[in-house]
């Protein structure tokens, strides 16, 4: 009859085996227990004495290197001292090893024979008393109350602990509160280095790119995509408060920002996998208002771009707040610039260079340019500005120097970036300006709807730049997208959905192409290729110069699209709806 | 202009190493006897793949649940928490650690810049996932916190129903507190509080040694308390625990209510047959029911203000916070002798005025955390009370999910087993 | 058992447990982020002495390491000799390290070799200190990996009044301080 091999025996009682472990466990026990309070009285004594640094040998030694010669009795003394220190470490230490060691073994044999003396001296499985009904309800009862008790004890423990300890730091009202500017000028010295211009072309540091005039310094940027299929999108990932603010991009990070009526957020996304690195919500700083001033429903409460320079990123909301973060999303500083004065809403985004952060913070009245330092907050310079307008500022590296250019309603202005003086003004715009300048062929470009565009050059040989109207061209102009300049054209793409292309040295027209939809966001020159993103997200990319030639014209999905790309290095980060894609392998 | 761009990027390279060379004190001698230094020596992290680490886990709570569930064999699972032990406590020294991963996955959460790679998430998941399928066959013979007390636990006694629950509610706390401590970004409270990686390295600080020490003690008679009143990864494995698929019984076919195994569990889990007498009707008990149901939000909000109350204490916990408090009281003379760490903060480039801020910054925000640590309090507490009020009735002894360790004890109390281990 | 075979309200709580903890654990993971170990950033380091004292390991982790092509082989050494030192040798009262664990070998005139007996060195950093004080800095602490145990809470890094310590990828585990980093420990 095949049987089951029976189960152990269990149960089974040898009273011989049991005295045997019995005794085996007192004597290991005996021995794990001296080996304990040796070990316990090892550590006390190396705790107390601490050999390394025994203050009588300390003090030894600061009377041999204080006094003028070196004195045969004193250096006796510290040899003896410091051999007996260094002896009593390094017994201590192999003590406590080889303790460590006994102790371990003591107790394995310990553990070992009681349970052998358990296993042989068994408790046999028993019936109990009769069946505890009236017990099993008392107990049930019982524990309900300890519990209730032992509740209210442990809040009323947290009570008294809270009372007899409370924390003792100075309060935070002696000191200004750690997000206002100047704070961090502590940090000021850590981070006087900036991104050089070199650095800052390998980045897309700004709206329209490093210096903001709408030029990349890669030609590699895909011209084939398909966000339907995915083929060639690297990664889609959500935004998660609207905003109509372009990607910036610097080393591995993607920064953009988002805000509604009640809150404002930057974030930095990775740029291998698309993955929200972090997210930040902006605090109030002092003199923020209690709730952002109107804005147009297409500007919206994060129109302006943040700026990306070096380990720190810059983002500036429509209620005037202001915060610069590290790469690891920490507060540097911030700080509320007061309240705009727009009828549209703040929208003109951030720039900066070297160690500077330009805001062009044009108003209804008292309008300024400010520059803050980076490290700080601190403002290096401000210059007034008359007139009001939405165009950011654009700073070129041009013949004269690096010029920091802006458009208002009226003017052109050039100021030194580093020390905020004018450079020159020209009087060529009319109307409420939203486009900023383009630069190519040593001319700066500006154009805005209703009013003309014009052409500026500067007199080749002259020492400081003195600007004149080259030429002036009045039909279809943009009024929210800025124009880029090559060499030899001016590209301009308008809200009414035309392609503008015009000839930099007669200001003729080079040609005019019509498309679907208009244009918000601005055409970026990639290499001899424009990408222009319009409304409805087609990308229409063509050849620099004449005829038109188109490339192709991909789309970045149907969201509409008011921000423009960031062209990278074989990727383009576009910012579509609710979306941020990043286009490339 | 690509020519010209190298050409910076090398006039800036050539100019930065110069720097460089400048910022040495003394020069770097060129020898003329042909000498040639010495390699470092730069040894690499341990080699043992956490592959390795991971199969092995996935191995043994396989190998744990076949013991407990099909073999019911308490031999298997005591040689199989024997392995666990040797290899996740005293050979990877403890520190591969389902318990203390939980820290990382909710780090992650609260700070979405926390890398946690795939292996961690994976020691956090599979043994709650085989809890919930199996019952806590992790903490039977896999855990190495468990197996060292399991080791220990050789004269268990039974504690009475009210000390096993009170001494349960510090797991709750433990595992509160550790949720405050990583959402604040007060660092890892189980890791540096773990009483057993100190033997598994032969090395930890005296107190954690003695606190080590008086729970492997105390475990010889109070089985596991580690397990039972602290760990708070036990905690989320007991939830889980509660709605296993296929979880221990105590005996394999009929319960034939001979009362044996009453007093085989040290972990007060096998719960016993429900006595027909009630003291108290259906309609009392009901309306005593409804009259919980109806405190428990005051009870939470009770607990949310304790709670709420003692951020300032709780506050200490963070770093930052400790810092500004001993930076202020070295400034105000309150201590004899100054730290380390104060002379630290005062060599370095921050103010003083902005710790203390930043404190004050972190303070109010542990007012929130703490009220919500005090809410769960509440929480657990009406729970307690809400499970103890419900009666279950039930014919059988039957396990305790939650409770039960599947450490596999009762199997041999039972008459059944041996009769059908026999056919 | 009550609904054996119907979907019951405790499957369907494990299903959604299982999709939970799933999901919780597949949403923490960073399945970029590979295996980090601890480390020490030499140019973060104020030498207090909590290395040797605060490592869970006894002796601590943390030792010191030499970077010899950054070092002056100076006769003088501000990490070999006590400040004030009457003789340039080993004895006890001139020797800065407490435990002997820095040797001195004669190169060619002037030149001495530093080398470090890491089976000695408690990681104290004295003579960190006074290499950096008088000196080049090409000596200075780190985790040795082949004694670190990984804490995933290093007890060292809590206490590091300087914040110097780091996670850092496991295959690229030192911050080594070389004559293309300046002495800087890094890039």
Same mark, same amino acid.
């Given at each position: 009859?095949?049987?089951?091999?029976?189960? *152990?025996?269990?149960?089974?009682?040898?009273?011989?085996?049991? *005295?045997?472990?019995?005794?085996?466990?007192?004597?290991?026990?005996?021995?794990?227990?001296?080996?304990?309070?040796?070990?316990?009285?090892?550590?006390?004594?190396?705790?107390?004495?601490?050999?390394?640094?025994?203050?009588?040998?300390?003090?030894?030694? &600061?009377?041999?290197?204080?006094?003028?010669?070196?004195?045969?009795?004193?250096?006796? &003394?510290?040899?003896?001292?410091?051999?007996? /220190?260094?002896?009593? $470490?390094?017994?201590?230490?192999?003590?406590?090893?080889?303790?460590?060691?006994?102790?371990?073994?003591?107790?394995?044999?310990?553990?070992?024979?009681?349970?052998?003396?358990?296993?042989?001296?068994?408790?046999?499985?028993?019936?109990?008393?009769?069946?505890?009904?009236?017990?099993?309800?008392?107990?049930?009862? $019982?524990?309900?109350?300890?519990?209730? $008790?032992?509740?209210?004890?442990?809040?009323?423990?947290?009570?008294?602990? /809270?009372?007899?300890?409370?924390?003792?730091?100075?309060?935070?009202?002696?000191?200004?509160?750690?997000?206002?500017?100047?704070?961090?000028?502590?940090?000021?010295?850590?981070?006087?280095?900036?991104?050089?211009?070199?650095?800052?072309?390998?980045?897309?540091?700004?709206?329209?790119?490093?210096?903001?005039?709408?030029?990349?310094? %890669?030609?590699?940027?895909?011209?084939?995509?398909?966000?339907?299929?995915?083929?060639?999108?690297?990664? &889609?990932?959500?935004?998660?408060?609207?905003?109509?603010?372009?990607?910036?991009?610097?080393?591995?990070?993607?920064?953009?920002?988002?805000?509604?009526?009640? *809150?404002?957020?930057?974030?930095?996304?990775?740029?291998?996998?698309?993955?929200?690195?972090?997210?930040?919500?902006?605090?109030?700083?002092?003199?923020?208002?209690?709730?952002?001033?109107?804005?147009?429903?297409?500007?919206?409460?994060?129109?302006?771009?943040?700026?990306?320079?070096?380990?720190?990123?810059?983002?500036?909301?429509? !209620?005037?707040?202001?915060?610069?973060?590290?790469?690891?999303? !920490?507060?540097?500083?911030?700080? !509320?610039?007061?309240?705009?004065?727009?009828?549209?809403?703040?929208?003109?985004?951030?720039?900066?260079?070297?160690?500077?952060?330009?805001?062009?913070?044009? &108003?209804?009245?008292?309008?300024?340019?400010?520059?803050?330092?980076?490290?700080?907050?601190?403002?290096?310079?401000?210059?007034?500005?008359?007139?009001?307008?939405?165009?950011?500022?654009?700073?070129?590296?041009?013949?004269?120097?690096?010029?920091?250019?802006?458009?208002?309603?009226?003017?052109?202005?050039?100021?030194?970036?580093?020390?905020?003086?004018?450079?020159?003004?020209?009087?060529?715009?009319?109307?409420?300006? /939203?486009?900023?300048?383009?630069?190519?062929?040593?001319? %700066?470009?500006?154009?805005?709807? !209703?009013?003309?565009?014009?052409?500026?050059?500067?007199?080749?040989?002259?020492?400081?730049?003195?600007?004149?109207?080259?030429?002036?061209?009045?039909?279809?102009?943009?009024?929210?997208?800025?124009?880029?300049?090559?060499?030899?054209?001016?590209?301009?793409?308008?809200?009414?959905?035309?392609?503008?292309?015009?000839?930099?040295?007669?200001?003729?027209?080079?040609?005019?192409?019509?498309?679907?939809?208009?244009?918000?966001?601005?055409?970026?020159?990639?290499?001899?290729?424009?990408?222009?993103?319009?409304?409805?997200?087609?990308?229409?990319?063509?050849?620099?110069?004449?005829? %038109?030639?188109?490339?192709?014209?991909?789309?970045?999905?149907?969201?509409?699209?008011?921000?423009?790309?960031?062209?990278?290095?074989?990727?383009?980060? %576009?910012?579509?709806?609710?979306?941020?894609?990043?286009?490339?392998? | 202009?690509?020519?010209?761009?190298?050409?910076?990027?090398?006039?800036?390279?050539?100019?930065?190493?110069?720097?460089?060379?400048?910022?040495?004190?003394?020069?770097?001698?060129?020898?003329?006897?042909?000498?040639?230094?010495?390699?470092?020596?730069?040894?690499?992290?341990?080699?043992?793949?956490?592959?390795?680490?991971?199969?092995?886990?996935?191995?043994?709570?396989?190998?744990?649940?076949?013991?407990?569930?099909?073999?019911?064999?308490?031999?298997?699972?005591?040689?199989?928490?024997?392995?666990?032990?040797?290899?996740?406590?005293?050979?990877?020294?403890?520190?591969?650690?389902?318990?203390?991963?939980?820290?990382?996955?909710?780090?992650?959460?609260?700070?979405?810049?926390?890398?946690?790679?795939?292996?961690?998430?994976?020691?956090?998941?599979?043994?709650?996932?085989?809890?919930?399928?199996?019952?806590?066959?992790?903490?039977?013979?896999?855990?190495?916190?468990?197996?060292?007390?399991?080791?220990?636990?050789?004269?268990?006694?039974?504690?009475?129903?009210?000390?096993?629950?009170?001494?349960?509610?510090?797991?709750?706390?433990?595992?509160?507190?550790?949720?405050?401590?990583?959402?604040?970004?007060?660092?890892?409270?189980?890791?540096?509080?773990?009483?057993?990686?100190?033997?598994?390295?032969?090395?930890?600080?005296?107190?954690?040694?003695?606190?080590?020490?008086?729970?492997?003690?105390?475990?010889?008679?109070?089985?596991?308390?580690?397990?039972?009143?602290?760990?708070?990864?036990?905690?989320?494995?007991?939830?889980?625990?509660?709605?296993?698929?296929?979880?221990?019984?105590?005996?394999?076919?009929?319960?034939?209510?001979?009362?044996?195994?009453?007093?085989?569990?040290?972990?007060?889990?096998?719960?016993? @047959?429900?006595?027909?007498?009630?003291?108290?009707?259906?309609?009392?008990?009901?309306?005593?029911?409804?009259?919980?149901?109806?405190?428990?939000?005051?009870?939470?909000?009770?607990?949310?203000?304790?709670?709420?109350?003692?951020?300032? @204490?709780?506050?200490?916990?963070?770093?930052?916070?400790?810092?500004?408090?001993?930076?202020?009281?070295?400034?105000?003379?309150?201590?004899?002798?100054?730290?380390?760490?104060?002379?630290?903060?005062?060599?370095?480039?921050?103010?003083?005025?902005?710790?203390?801020?930043?404190?004050?910054?972190?303070?109010?925000?542990?007012?929130?955390?703490?009220?919500?640590?005090?809410?769960?309090?509440?929480?657990?507490?009406?729970?307690?009370?809400?499970?103890?009020?419900?009666?279950?009735?039930?014919?059988?002894?039957?396990?305790?999910?939650?409770?039960?360790?599947?450490?596999?004890?009762?199997?041999?109390?039972?008459?059944?087993?041996?009769?059908?281990?026999?056919? | 058992?009550?609904?054996?075979?119907?979907?019951?309200?405790?499957? +369907?709580?494990?299903?959604?447990?299982?999709?939970?903890?799933?999901?919780?654990?597949?949403?923490?993971?960073?399945?970029?982020?590979?295996?980090?170990?601890?480390?020490?950033?030499?140019?973060?380091?104020?030498?207090?002495?909590?290395?040797?004292?605060?490592?869970?390991? =006894?002796?601590?982790?943390?030792?010191?390491?030499?970077?010899?092509?950054?070092?002056?082989?100076?006769?003088?050494?501000?990490?070999?000799?006590?400040?004030?030192?009457?003789?340039?040798?080993?004895?006890?009262?001139?020797?800065?390290?407490?435990?002997?664990?820095? #040797?001195?070998?004669?190169?060619?005139?002037? +030149?001495?070799?530093?080398?470090?007996?890491?089976?000695?060195?408690?990681?104290?950093?004295?003579?960190? #200190?006074?290499?950096?004080? +008088?000196? =080049?800095?090409?000596?200075?602490?780190?985790?040795?990996?082949?004694?670190?145990?990984?804490? =995933?809470?290093?007890?060292?890094?809590?206490?590091?009044?300087?914040?110097? +310590?780091?996670?850092?990828?496991?295959?690229?585990?030192?911050?080594?301080?070389?004559?293309?980093?300046?002495?800087?420990?890094? #890039?």
């Amino acid at each position: 009859m095949p049987r089951n091999k029976p189960k *152990k025996k269990r149960f089974t009682a040898s009273d011989l085996i049991w *005295k045997a472990a019995t005794g085996v466990a007192v004597v290991s026990g005996l021995f794990s227990l001296t080996v304990s309070i040796l070990l316990v009285a090892n550590y006390v004594q190396v705790t107390a004495i601490n050999p390394l640094d025994t203050p009588q040998l300390l003090q030894l030694r &600061q009377q041999l290197a204080a006094a003028p010669e070196a004195d045969a009795k004193l250096i006796e &003394q510290i040899r003896t001292m410091d051999l007996l /220190a260094r002896r009593a $470490f390094f017994t201590s230490q192999s003590h406590l090893k080889l303790g460590g060691s006994l102790l371990l073994g003591g107790v394995i044999v310990l553990l070992t024979a009681l349970r052998t003396a358990r296993r042989f001296k068994p408790r046999l499985p028993e019936p109990q008393g009769p069946p505890p009904s009236e017990h099993y309800w008392i107990s049930r009862a $019982f524990t309900k109350e300890v519990l209730t $008790f032992v509740g209210l004890l442990w809040a009323a423990a947290a009570l008294v602990m /809270a009372y007899l300890t409370p924390l003792d730091v100075p309060s935070a009202a002696a000191t200004a509160p750690v997000a206002d500017a100047g704070n961090a000028a502590a940090d000021a010295g850590t981070t006087a280095a900036y991104p050089s211009w070199e650095t800052m072309q390998q980045n897309w540091p700004s709206f329209r790119g490093p210096g903001g005039y709408g030029v990349a310094h %890669f030609s590699t940027a895909p011209t084939e995509w398909d966000v339907a299929t995915g083929k060639n999108v690297k990664w &889609q990932v959500e935004v998660p408060l609207p905003g109509a603010n372009s990607p910036v991009v610097w080393d591995k990070r993607v920064f953009l920002s988002g805000a509604t009526e009640e *809150k404002r957020e930057v974030y930095c996304f990775d740029t291998e996998t698309g993955k929200l690195v972090w997210s930040r919500v902006l605090d109030k700083f002092s003199g923020t208002p209690e709730k952002p001033p109107k804005v147009g429903d297409e500007t919206g409460y994060a129109a302006s771009t943040l700026v990306a320079h070096g380990d720190r990123v810059m983002a500036i909301f429509a !209620n005037g707040d202001l915060a610069c973060y590290d790469a690891e999303g !920490n507060l540097k500083w911030g700080k !509320n610039l007061g309240v705009p004065d727009n009828h549209y809403g703040h929208s003109s985004s951030l720039l900066a260079c070297q160690n500077l952060l330009f805001i062009q913070y044009d &108003q209804r009245k008292n309008g300024k340019l400010i520059a803050l330092d980076i490290a700080d907050g601190k403002e290096a310079w401000t210059v007034n500005r008359e007139k009001i307008s939405w165009a950011s500022p654009v700073c070129v590296q041009t013949p004269f120097g690096p010029e920091l250019v802006l458009n208002s309603e009226q003017h052109v202005d050039a100021y030194d970036p580093l020390k905020g003086t004018a450079l020159w003004q020209l009087k060529c715009l009319d109307g409420e300006v /939203a486009p900023s300048p383009a630069y190519g062929g040593g001319m %700066f470009f500006v154009a805005n709807d !209703n009013a003309t565009a014009t052409a500026i050059r500067f007199a080749p040989d002259d020492k400081t730049p003195k600007p004149e109207i080259a030429w002036q061209w009045d039909q279809s102009l943009p009024d929210v997208s800025s124009p880029v300049g090559t060499d030899k054209h001016f590209y301009m793409t308008t809200s009414r959905a035309e392609i503008i292309c015009l000839d930099s040295a007669s200001g003729e027209v080079a040609w005019v192409q019509e498309v679907d939809e208009g244009f918000y966001a601005s055409p970026i020159l990639a290499g001899d290729r424009i990408y222009a993103v319009d409304r409805k997200g087609a990308v229409h990319i063509f050849k620099t110069g004449q005829p %038109f030639t188109p490339i192709a014209t991909p789309s970045v999905g149907g969201e509409e699209v008011l921000a423009t790309p960031a062209v990278m290095d074989g990727r383009i980060y %576009f910012r579509a709806g609710k979306n941020l894609l990043c286009i490339g392998a | 202009m690509k020519l010209k761009l190298l050409a910076a990027v090398f006039l800036l390279l050539g100019l930065w190493t110069v720097q460089a060379a400048t910022e040495f004190r003394f020069p770097m001698p060129e020898f003329e006897s042909g000498y040639k230094h010495p390699a470092m020596s730069i040894p690499p992290a341990s080699k043992t793949s956490p592959w390795v680490d991971l199969g092995l886990l996935a191995g043994a709570l396989a190998l744990s649940a076949w013991s407990v569930l099909r073999l019911r064999s308490r031999r298997y699972v005591f040689l199989i928490a024997l392995v666990s032990l040797a290899y996740f406590g005293f050979y990877r020294k403890g520190c591969v650690c389902a318990v203390g991963s939980m820290q990382n996955i909710l780090s992650a959460f609260f700070d979405p810049g926390y890398a946690v790679p795939l292996i961690v998430s994976a020691f956090f998941l599979i043994p709650l996932l085989f809890a919930l399928y199996f019952g806590r066959v992790f903490c039977a013979a896999v855990c190495p916190l468990g197996a060292i007390q399991e080791m220990f636990a050789i004269f268990p006694v039974q504690l009475s129903s009210a000390v096993e629950a009170v001494l349960g509610l510090f797991a709750y706390a433990y595992l509160g507190l550790s949720v405050l401590a990583v959402y604040m970004g007060a660092g890892f409270l189980i890791c540096r509080y773990d009483p057993f990686v100190g033997f598994f390295r032969q090395g930890a600080s005296f107190n954690m040694f003695l606190a080590g020490g008086v729970l492997l003690l105390a475990g010889v008679f109070i089985a596991r308390p580690y397990c039972r009143f602290l760990c708070p990864y036990g905690v989320l494995l007991r939830w889980a625990s509660r709605f296993s698929k296929w979880h221990a019984t105590i005996t394999p076919a009929e319960c034939i209510q001979c009362r044996l195994c009453e007093t085989s569990c040290p972990y007060g889990a096998i719960v016993v @047959p429900t006595p027909e007498d009630r003291p108290v009707d259906q309609r009392t008990g009901a309306r005593r029911m409804g009259r919980l149901f109806l405190a428990a939000p005051f009870i939470i909000v009770i607990a949310a203000g304790a709670g709420y109350l003692s951020h300032e @204490p709780l506050a200490r916990l963070h770093p930052t916070v400790w810092l500004a408090e001993r930076v202020a009281g070295e400034e105000q003379g309150r201590y004899e002798e100054k730290t380390i760490d104060g002379d630290a903060f005062r060599a370095g480039k921050r103010a003083a005025t902005e710790l203390y801020a930043e404190a004050h910054a972190l303070k109010e925000r542990f007012k929130y955390a703490s009220a919500c640590f005090g809410a769960f309090m509440g929480l657990v507490l009406c729970g307690k009370l809400i499970r103890l009020s419900i009666v279950r009735s039930n014919k059988d002894y039957v396990v305790d999910r939650g409770a039960c360790l599947s450490c596999a004890r009762c199997f041999a109390y039972c008459p059944v087993e041996k009769s059908h281990a026999a056919k | 058992m009550e609904q054996e075979s119907k979907f019951g309200r405790r499957d +369907f709580i494990r299903v959604a447990a299982t999709a939970a903890a799933a999901g919780a654990a597949w949403a923490a993971a960073h399945p970029s982020s590979g295996t980090t170990v601890w480390q020490l950033d030499p140019a973060k380091c104020l030498q207090c002495g909590r290395c040797s004292t605060t490592c869970v390991l =006894n002796p601590s982790a943390v030792k010191c390491v030499h970077s010899f092509e950054i070092c002056g082989y100076c006769d003088l050494c501000g990490g070999y000799l006590q400040p004030g030192a009457k003789a340039r040798d080993s004895g006890a009262e001139n020797e800065l390290c407490p435990v002997g664990a820095l #040797k001195r070998t004669f190169v060619e005139e002037p +030149f001495y070799q530093y080398t470090i007996d890491e089976e000695l060195c408690v990681g104290c950093g004295k003579c960190v #200190k006074g290499c950096a004080v +008088f000196g =080049n800095g090409s000596l200075y602490l780190q985790v040795k990996h082949d004694v670190c145990v990984g804490c =995933n809470e290093c007890s060292i890094a809590r206490n590091c009044p300087a914040n110097a +310590f780091q996670r850092v990828p496991v295959r690229n585990s030192y911050l080594l301080k070389t004559r293309e980093n300046g002495g800087k420990g890094h #890039k």
